[in-house]
DNA sequence: GATACCAGTTTGGTATCCCAAAATGGTATC
DNA sequence: GATACCATTTTGGGATACCAAACTGGTATC
C-alpha cells in the first residue's frame, strides 16, 4: 500500500469519523507528522479529498469541510435524479436475482447488531442498489453522494426509531425492484430520500447549538 | 496563476484538443519538460485530471485515457437523469428571465460563426442550464459529463446538419421551459440526449478505423 | 531464430530543501 | 487600552535529490 493511498484513508476515516471535527484547520505538516509520511503524499491525498468535498481551501490552507445544510439539501435532491435513474435501469433487468446480495446485507442486521453496523449496512444499501444498474457513472454519483452524507448521519444513529424505519422502507424498495415494478420502486426510494433528508434536516438543525458547542462547524441553509 | 493550474489547465486544452491522442502514455518528465515546471504541480495536475477521467493509470504509469464508446453511452443516461432533474427544478422556479442569458448564448451563433464556435456554445449551453438549477451538485455532475464527452464531440463538429438540428433542439428545450412546462420540456431534454448520443455512437463507429490509424485509442462498446 | 538473462536507463513514489507570502506575537506609540 | 508597526515563525507552493521497481536493449545460450 502507497503512502499516498495511506494518508488519504486514514485522514477519510479520521474526517468522517468526525475524530477531526467539521470547520478544523488542517496543516500539510500536522498531518505529514501525524500520519509519518512526507509532504508528497499528503498533499496527494489532501487533493484528492478536496475533490470528494471532505477538504477545503480556506485562502492558502485547508480546511475540514463544514456540515453543510444548505448542502445536504441540494445533495439529496441530486441522489433522488441519480438513485432513481439507477434503479429504474435495474427494474429493466432480466435478472433479478441479483438484488439478493443486498436482501442478505439487509438480513445481517438485527436488534443484537451495533447502531455503527446499521448506519453502514443502510449506506451501502443505497451504493449497492446504484451499483446494480451497471451504470459506472449512476454508481459513482451515489458512491460520492453518500460519502458527503456520512458525516451527518452519524448524528441519525441516534435515532434507533429512524434506523428501523430506514430497513423497512429498503425491505420494501427491494420488494418492489425484484418485481420489476419500476414506478412503484421509484416512488418509495423518492419518498424514502425525502424524508431520510427531513429527518437528517430536522435532527441537525436541533443538535446545531450542540455541535457547535463541540467546535464543530455547521453552516445554516 | 500557480504553476499548478497553469500544468491542469494547459494539459486539459492539450487533451481535450486531441493534440494527445487517447491513449497516449504521459510521463511525469515529459509533462515537467513541456511546461517548464516541476514535478510537484505536474504531480498535481494529474490527480486533478484523473479525477475528472481525462488521464487514468496504466500499472505505475499515466495514460490519456481512450475514447470509450461503452462509457459514451453510460454518460449519456447519466446526463439524461441530472440534466432532466436540474430542468425540472428550473421550471419550478418564478422567475423565468434566467433563461435570457442562454438565449443569448444561441443567438451569438450563426452561419458565420466557426464550428468550434458552435460546438462550445452546444456544450456551455447544457451546463449553464444546468447552471440555472441552483443546484450546485446537479451543475457539477453536467459539467463533469460535458467535459469527459468534448473529445468525442470534436468529432461531431464535421456534421453541419447536426450543429444545427443541436441549435433547434435547444431553442425548443429553452421554449418550453420558459413557459414552464416542466414535462414538455424534460420529454424535449431527453430525446434530445438521446439522439445527440445515437449520432455520437454512429459516427464514432464509422470513424473507430481512422482514429485508430491517427494513433487514437478507441474502446468498442 | 527464439529465448533467457543481465546491465543500463527510465519512471513514478517519496523525502527534503528553499522561498515568498501569510500568520503570529510582541512592542512602541498615541 | 487600543492600535499601528515590525521581527519572527509558520505555511503552502515549488524544485530537486534519491530510490526501488519497471522497462529497454543487447547478448549469450540453446
Chains 1, 2 share one sequence.
Not at 499528503?42 to 475540514?64: K, P, S
Not at 438484488?99 to 439487509?106: G, P, R, T
Not at 447502531?115 to 451515489?142: C, K, P, Q, T
Amino acid at each position: 500500500m502507497s503512502q499516498m493511498q495511506n494518508v488519504e484513508r486514514q485522514l477519510r476515516e479520521m474526517i468522517l469519523a468526525l475524530e477531526i471535527g467539521p470547520g478544523e484547520r488542517l496543516t500539510e505538516r500536522w498531518i505529514e507528522s501525524r500520519f509519518g509520511a512526507s509532504r508528497t503524499p499528503v498533499r496527494a491525498a489532501l487533493l484528492r479529498l478536496e475533490t470528494e468535498g471532505l477538504v477545503g481551501r480556506d485562502g492558502r490552507g485547508w480546511t475540514v469541510s463544514p456540515i453543510n445544510l444548505a448542502e445536504l439539501e441540494q445533495i439529496a435532491v441530486y441522489r433522488e435524479a441519480v438513485e432513481v435513474a439507477a434503479l429504474r435501469l435495474t427494474c429493466g433487468q432480466a435478472d433479478k436475482s441479483v438484488v439478493d446480495v443486498i436482501e442478505a446485507m439487509l438480513d445481517s442486521c438485527d436488534e443484537n447488531t451495533p447502531r455503527e453496523e446499521w448506519h453502514r449496512v443502510g449506506m451501502d444499501f443505497h451504493i449497492e442498489l446504484a451499483r446494480l444498474s451497471g451504470n459506472e457513472f449512476l454508481f459513482r454519483a451515489v458512491r460520492d453522494a453518500m460519502t458527503r452524507l456520512s458525516r451527518a448521519r452519524w448524528l441519525e444513529v441516534r435515532d434507533e426509531t429512524a434506523l428501523g424505519r430506514a430497513w423497512l422502507e429498503h425491505r420494501a424498495i427491494l420488494a418492489a425492484t425484484r418485481l420489476g415494478q419500476a414506478d412503484e420502486a421509484a416512488r418509495l426510494l423518492s419518498a424514502h430520500i425525502v424524508g431520510s433528508r427531513d429527518r437528517l434536516v430536522t435532527s441537525l438543525a436541533n443538535d446545531r447549538r450542540g455541535l457547535r458547542a463541540r467546535g464543530f462547524a455547521v453552516v445554516a441553509a
